[in-house]
């Protein structure tokens, strides 16, 4: 079983930056692939971003590519959401994910789906104001 514990969430201006962390609590959290999902009001769960079991490897959707970074610090057992330059479009619940069966995941058509990963945090409500 791993529990994910999110952080970092709350309010910005348009043009601004915050980051996000997700402590988990899993024994081999260094094998896991990780990612993060959003979810705005009224509309489904959307893929954010996938780094791989040691941070080597990265990817983003095409409406964050280039503004948010992430990141994973395996001796804490901890993944990271660096966003930057954030847009009220980006205002959204954003969830953090662990995929125990796979060490890495990548994209197909731009797209990961939700079911490749088995535990999810409780989510952080990040808010952009214009």
């Known amino acids: 079983q791993v529990q994910l514990v999110e952080s970092g969430g709350g309010l910005v201006q348009a043009g601004g930056s915050l980051r996000l962390s997700c402590a988990a609590s899993g024994r081999t959290f260094n094998s896991y692939a990780m990612g993060w999902f959003r979810q705005a009001p009224g509309k489904e769960r959307e893929f954010v971003s996938t780094?791989?079991?040691?941070?080597?490897?990265?990817y983003y959707a095409d409406s964050v590519k280039g503004r948010f970074t992430s990141s994973r610090d395996n001796a804490k057992n901890t993944v990271y959401l660096q966003m930057n330059s954030l847009k009220p479009d980006d205002t959204a619940v954003y969830y953090c994910?662990?995929?125990?069966?796979?060490?890495?995941?990548?994209?197909?058509?731009?797209?990961?789906?939700?079911?490749?990963?088995?535990?999810w945090g409780q989510g952080t409500q990040v808010t952009v104001s214009s």
């Open positions: 780094i791989n079991y040691s941070g080597s490897s990265t």
């Open positions: 994910a662990a995929a125990p069966r796979y060490g890495t995941i990548a994209p197909t058509n731009g797209v990961v789906r939700e079911g490749l990963y088995d535990y």
